[in-house]
């Protein structure tokens, strides 16, 4: 069955821990958490310390998802702060080999970011090296967005590429019940959803109708 993360980006705020809470109960299997720098996106949210604040408030697997510029800098400070799952950006490391052993080094689980526009043949080489590969059907920055079409072909693509490897494809941006579905028939095993699982407080609902997608 399909895993669904959803993003706190579009959780009030004010009340993180609580929502984190909320959306365990509802039954999300990962918690999306998402850290902008203002540089690499045109947005800011938090940092390694809102991520430790939330750590006792669930044991599911926090998924987080570094849009930041500098990410070798900070991989220690969220892998310190209780991140499960750290994913960076392939646009942005020079030495992506390097940071996913670092990731791996510290006994966290690897990701890989691509954005809409980014080739999958950048991952080819560090394959042996990736848990999870997120596959970015918006422009990130935002929640709210709609979903790109071609990020349907990339799924495919990236299916056939890795094979009979342990790595599972995630998709973020966009998501709701039409496209998630397009999305677990292309092979994707996690969907991020933010305003489709925030939207109208049924946080419970909502979560049931993606995973009770195929
Ligand atoms: C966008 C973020 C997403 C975002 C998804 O940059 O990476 O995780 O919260 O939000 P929705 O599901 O609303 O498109
Ligand atoms: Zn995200």
Redo the contacts with the bound molecule.
Sequence with gaps: MVKISP?I??ADFSKLGEEVVAIDKAGADYI?I?I?DGSF?PNITIGPAVVKALRPYSKKIFDV?L?INDAGKFVNDFANAGADIISVHVEKELHLDRILSKIKDMGKKSGVVLNPSTNEETIKYVLDKIDLILV?S????????SFIPSSIEKIKNIKKMIGKRPIEIEV????NDVTGFECIKAGADVL?????IFKDGNYSANIKKLKGLV
């Design positions: 993003s980006l579009s999306h998402d902008m996106v998802h849009m970015m918006v422009n990130p920055g935002f929640g709210g967005q973020d941006g966009g998501i991020v959803a933010g305003n489709y």
